[in-house]
Every structure is written in structure tokens, then in C-alpha cells.
């Protein structure tokens, strides 16, 4: 089936710095969401993207749509040590219209050190 | 609060037993979904529901089975059929059939002993 490619697979960065991830396709997407999971929880939705372009902030999270359709991109600024977790990112292909047809990508196992 | 809630957090199971992993949410959400997540790996889905008394397999749905007599719940039946069933289950909704945002409960841990 269709794959996301998410990127990197893990990081290691020191508090304050700044993240950014990102999620490729071969296919165009029409949806894009970004999840944080903590062990042992169930993913906690970030921040959806429904339109080509879009660019949208929550707190210290920034992800755009990108243009082509293809991509997005999730940025992480000034980041802190609960911010530990992994970072999935998830699509739906154009054409598509129903939840059970989301591409979840591998993650981002992202480890924040004080 | 609103949410989805799952029990057992954590289940084990002996060889060639069935087990069932409960979902239930209070959101008003038409569509569930279950799926399956192993170590280092993304999300597979194992079944979903779009409207109640009825649903529809995902990629892996061997060894699974599921019903769905009421909109808040979903129950997940892993068989004993299930090769290898040792993973982190997640339920998940989205509020209507055709929604693609999709919010998920925290989990169940299920080991083979």
C-alpha cells in the first residue's frame, strides 16, 4: 500500500534548540495530520492540515501543507524535555474520504536532553 | 470528559486463548477504528466501523474479529488464530463516516504468555 516516508527516524537535540521533521509521498495527500505519542499512550493529535499551503501553529508547533501535495514539514521551536515523544505524521490520498484509508508514517523518535 | 477509553490497559494471554479488548467512547463519533502498533513500527489497521452494525476489515485483520451493536463501542476479539499477537492496541473515532481527522484512545498492551 502507500507508504510515508518520515524523517529522520530519530533525533537527539539539546533543550532550546529548534526540530523540524517531515513526512514525503509519492501520491498527493488532501490531508495531512501530525500526532505526538508518549510511551506507552495513544497518539494526541497536533495539529490537521486540509489545504495545500496552509501553514498552521499551535503554541510551539509550526506544519505546513506543502505545495505540491506531497509533503509536510512539522517544527518544533525552542524545545523542552516534555517534548520526548514520537511524532507521527498521517495522510489521506486525494480521492479518499473515510479515516480507515490514513498513511500513518514510522515516526520520529525525538529525545530532548536538559 | 470526552474521550475514547480502552480496557485493560495491559492483558496477557495464554497460548491459544481469546481475548477481548474493550473500546468505548462518549464523543458521538460514527466511525471507529482499531489498530495495531509493534515496536518501532507505524499503525496498521485492523478493522473499522463507519455506522453501527457494521464494519469492514483492514489490512491485517487475520486472526482478529470485532462487532459494533452500539455507537460507543467497538470491541476488539484477538483469537487464538492470531499468530502473533503481542502488540499495543489503539482505538480510534473520527465524528463522521467520512472525517479523516481521527482521535485515539491510549491503548492496551497485549503479551502472549
Known amino acids: 500500500g502507500q507508504q510515508l516516508n518520515q524523517s529522520p527516524q530519530s533525533m537527539f537535540i539539546q533543550e532550546g534548540e529548534d526540530v523540524s521533521m517531515n513526512c514525503t509521498s509519492s501520491s498527493i495527500f488532501n490531508t495531512w495530520l501530525w500526532y505526538k505519542q508518549e510511551p506507552g499512550e495513544g497518539p494526541v493529535l497536533l495539529i490537521a492540515l486540509y489545504k495545500a499551503g496552509e501553514l498552521t501553529s499551535n503554541g510551539r508547533l509550526t506544519a505546513q501543507f506543502g505545495i505540491t501535495r506531497k509533503d509536510s514539514f512539522l517544527n518544533i521551536s525552542a524545545s523542552i524535555p516534555s517534548d520526548v515523544g514520537i511524532y507521527f505524521c498521517?495522510?489521506?490520498?486525494?480521492?479518499?474520504?473515510?479515516?480507515?484509508?490514513?498513511?500513518f508514517g514510522e515516526g520520529t523518535q525525538l529525545t530532548v536532553n536538559p | 470528559d470526552g474521550g475514547i477509553t480502552q480496557s485493560p490497559k495491559y492483558l496477557f494471554r495464554k497460548e491459544g486463548q481469546n481475548v477481548t479488548l474493550s473500546c468505548e467512547q462518549n464523543?458521538?463519533?460514527?466511525?471507529m477504528y482499531w489498530y495495531r502498533q509493534d515496536p518501532g513500527q507505524g499503525l496498521r489497521l485492523i478493522y473499522y466501523?463507519?455506522?453501527?452494525?457494521?464494519?469492514q476489515k483492514g489490512d491485517i485483520a487475520e486472526g482478529y474479529s470485532v462487532s459494533r451493536e452500539k455507537k460507543e463501542s467497538f470491541p476488539l476479539t484477538v483469537t487464538s488464530a492470531q499468530k502473533n499477537p503481542t502488540a499495543f492496541y489503539l482505538c480510534a473515532s473520527t465524528p463522521w463516516r467520512s472525517g479523516n481527522t481521527i482521535y485515539f484512545g491510549e491503548g492496551s498492551w497485549l503479551t502472549v504468555v
Open positions: 466501523s463507519q455506522i453501527v452494525n457494521d464494519f
Open positions: 498521517a495522510g489521506q490520498q486525494k480521492g479518499e474520504t473515510s479515516g480507515s484509508r490514513l498513511t
Open positions: 464523543l458521538n463519533h460514527d466511525a
